[in-house]
């Protein structure tokens, strides 16, 4: 019996389930069917396990989160802030949808997306694990990594000879089974409705992550195609996407006890690491990421102070980075306050000592310590490694440097062994991105954030500085100032065409401008891809390792009848539970639905508590009609939950137990941040946008009467 218990494929093992606690994929719901029923869902879980059916096919990735179809004309329900860089692109100090939202009247007033935005919909979900595996079978570090790679880049090769689809492969419990997975991928979105700013954003980061909320985080889009139903880019021809099957927008009420249901793409989740990155996590990762976080807000807001262009420009980046201080902060505070580090060690020794007992364990018992020595190897240089990271995603300008120079390095090789990211299937997601940079960009700003990362590299110890960034920017903060300056007065990659010109151009032309950008990037690939060889050689030791440790895992936990579900990574995963209040602390009982008296009772007039006047105006006249509570005898805004969500759960569908549609998420409370790693039930919480409150603001406040017809709802 224990050899079966390790020795079984263990990849998608059940285990005892509690209900607000797991993110299934789909293809597990059926094994938990008896626990769903229990829970209150009344439909078929078997039918949840096929992608192809509703509700699960209504369910789509949106930019880097979730929404789901709720017309069969292609309109898409996400949250506001995941559209939110869909609403920055398109405002303009003139046109402030930002502050103002967006009504669109008819389908010729809709708004295009910026040119890499992207709805995918799942339609395939298949077990490749034997073939990414067996050319690496014997092979170490680099050459395991790419021999994975190398097999995983054929199947989405193959996969995507169907044109329109967009394929990855997807590696449950690190490097144990793999999936292949297809995705329809939608390129024409369209803005259609986007309630103001104080609605959609209502408290800021006041409010972020905390409970109560009053926000009305929600947005709709459209996806269009081709007149011949087949993805296109957009086009004044194209025609609205007719989904597989869509969402109904619920018009029951819900209350405290009820069952509720979530489907989406959950990003991350760390909770069956090593007790060495729990406590790598608390010790360094947070609070280093706190700190650079909290440095970069301060440099972009005080650069972009005087110039109203600057800040739109800015503003969907600085509500990303300010989302993620507070979420790092709030993870920080939550581990500490569960003590999931000492626990997580408590959970790993017992691992290891009934591992230690089970016939034959030798062997794993070495793979698990040869991996904690590659893990520790790498605390080595995960300052400059944070750093580099941070160089290319915080930039506009300097990233589509680097990213022309990596792509003209990558023209020169067979498409097959180009780096993922600067293949064919690509460069139209690439010149998405070059197309919107300087509606996204001002020279004084990056300027600004580059000379504080450059500060920050300086203070490096000498061991994990880069030569190649001193070489181009100096040793000094003089002489990094002015290598900035020259660079970025001197460089035409400010300009579109330009940018665009040099992606179409030849591999030797790139290397050959004079540019002093891009020459700047030229000079700082060597490092970066020097780093980049370390992290693959590390990250296929651990692809090779880790799977002795997970299955270990999974099996002392199956013993002990625990709930065993892969960690979240962006693939299609269900949740449930039900409408759930909290007590964070002592004598302090939240109820699980808020009212707009909360939205009166925080409104100041000033930012981010300046209801707009139509929002008071309508609360004070009490009108409310059919979305109005009958048990609080008001209008509801948001709900809360106990299901398990993570980062990439923005704008999932919140469903009943009928299947419909009773809201979206938005968010967890402050005390559950820490659930990406750690998932404590006393905590837990989701936060929802209620559908009730969505229906009144367009049918009430700010009217789209002609959408809720769409959608199949009463209007008053």
């Known amino acids: 019996m224990r050899r079966c ?5 263990l990849a998608l093992s059940i285990g005892a389930a509690h209900a607000d606690e797991g993110m299934w994929l789909p293809l597990q719901l059926p094994d938990i069917a008896a626990q769903l029923r229990k829970a209150g869902y009344e439909g078929d879980p078997a039918q949840l396990a096929d992608l192809a059916k509703p509700p699960m096919n209504a369910v789509v990735k949106v930019g880097g989160a979730t929404g789901a179809f709720v017309s069969p004309q292609g309109l898409v329900l996400t949250n506001h802030h995941v559209a939110f860089g869909v609403i920055q692109y398109n405002s303009k100090p003139d046109r402030d949808l930002i502050g103002q939202g967006f009504v669109a009247g008819d389908r010729a007033a809709e708004l295009p997306a910026n040119p890499d935005y992207r709805v995918l919909v799942t339609t395939g979900f298949d077990r490749v694990t034997d073939r990414v595996l067996t050319a690496a079978r014997g092979k170490t570090g680099r050459a395991y990594y790419d021999a994975v790679e190398a097999a995983t880049k054929a199947i989405v090769g193959e996969c995507e000879q169907d044109a329109g689809y967009r394929c990855s492969v997807a590696d449950m419990h690190y490097g144990t089974d793999f999936y292949r997975i297809k995705q329809l991928e939608l390129r024409d979105i369209r803005l259609v409705y986007a309630p103001p700013d104080a609605i959609g954003n209502y408290g800021d980061e006041i409010d972020n992550f905390m409970w109560p909320r009053h926000s009305g985080d929600f947005t709709l889009l459209r996806a269009y195609v081709g007149r011949d139903g087949k993805p296109a880019d957009f086009s004044p021809n194209n025609v609205p996407y007719v989904p597989p099957a869509h969402l109904e927008v619920s018009t029951q009420h819900v209350n405290a006890g009820d069952f509720a249901m979530l489907a989406g793409y959950p990003g991350t989740t760390f909770r069956n690491r090593t007790a060495p990155e729990f406590a ?6 947070l609070p280093a990421r706190v700190e650079l976080f909290g440095k970069l807000i301060e440099t972009i807001e005080a650069a972009a102070a005087k110039d109203e262009d600057a800040k739109v420009r800015y503003a969907a980046q600085l509500a990303s980075l300010k989302n993620g201080l507070k979420r790092a902060q709030g993870e920080l505070d939550g581990l500490r306050r569960s003590n999931a580090v000492d626990a997580r060690a408590k959970d790993e020794a017992a691992m290891l000592a009934w591992l230690a007992k089970q016939p034959g364990s030798q062997a794993t018992l070495a793979d698990i310590r040869a991996a904690q020595a590659v893990l520790e190897q790498a605390r080595a240089t995960r300052e400059r490694d944070q750093l580099l990271g941070v160089l290319r995603s915080q930039t506009q300008l300097m990233r589509a440097a680097l990213t022309l120079q990596r792509l003209a390095l990558e023209k020169g090789k067979p498409d097959a062994q180009r780096e993922s990211g600067y293949q064919q299937r690509d460069e139209a997601l690439i010149t998405g991105q070059l197309k919107q940079v300087q509606r996204r960009f001002a020279p004084e700003v990056e300027k600004a954030v580059l000379a504080e990362l450059l500060a920050q590299h300086r203070a490096l110890p000498a061991a994990q500085r880069v030569p190649e960034i001193e070489a181009v920017f100096g040793a000094t903060a003089e002489s990094a100032r002015a290598a900035l300056d020259a660079l970025y007065a001197k460089t035409a990659l400010g300009d579109e065409a330009k940018r665009l010109a040099w992606m179409a151009t030849t591999p ?15 000079a700082l690939m060597p490092a ?37 579900y892969p960690d979240a990574n962006s693939t299609l995963r269900v949740s449930y539970g039900t409408l759930t209040g909290l007590e964070p602390r002592d004598a302090v009982v939240y109820r699980p639905l808020t009212t707009v008296q909360g939205i009166v009772e925080k409104h100041t007039g000033e930012a981010p508590f300046n209801a707009p006047a139509p929002l008071l105006a309508e609360i004070a006249e009490g009108s409310f009609g059919n979305t109005a509570d009958p048990k609080l005898d008001t209008q509801t805004v948001d709900f809360m939950t106990n299901l398990d969500t993570t980062g990439g759960n923005s704008g999932s569908p919140v469903l009943d137990a009928r299947g419909k549609l009773i809201g979206i998420n938005f968010d967890s409370n402050w005390e559950a941040v820490s659930a990406s790693w750690w998932f404590d039930p006393r905590y837990k919480r989701a936060i929802h946008v209620d559908a009730r409150y969505m229906r009144w603001l367009m049918d009430e406040v700010y009217p789209a009467h002609h959408l809720l017809r769409e959608m199949g709802l009463p209007v008053e």
């Open 280 to 285: 790598q996590q608390v010790q360094w990762q």
């Open 508 to 522: 030797a032309d790139v290397a050959a401008s004079d540019d002093p950008l891009l020459k700047a990037a030229a």
């Open 528 to 564: 970066l891809l020097r780093v980049e060889g370390e992290a693959k050689t590390r990250d296929g030791e651990l692809l090779r390792l880790r799977p002795a440790y997970m299955k270990a895992l999974i099996a002392h936990r199956t013993s002990q009848g625990r709930a065993v």
């Open 5 to 9: 218990l390790l020795a079984a494929s």
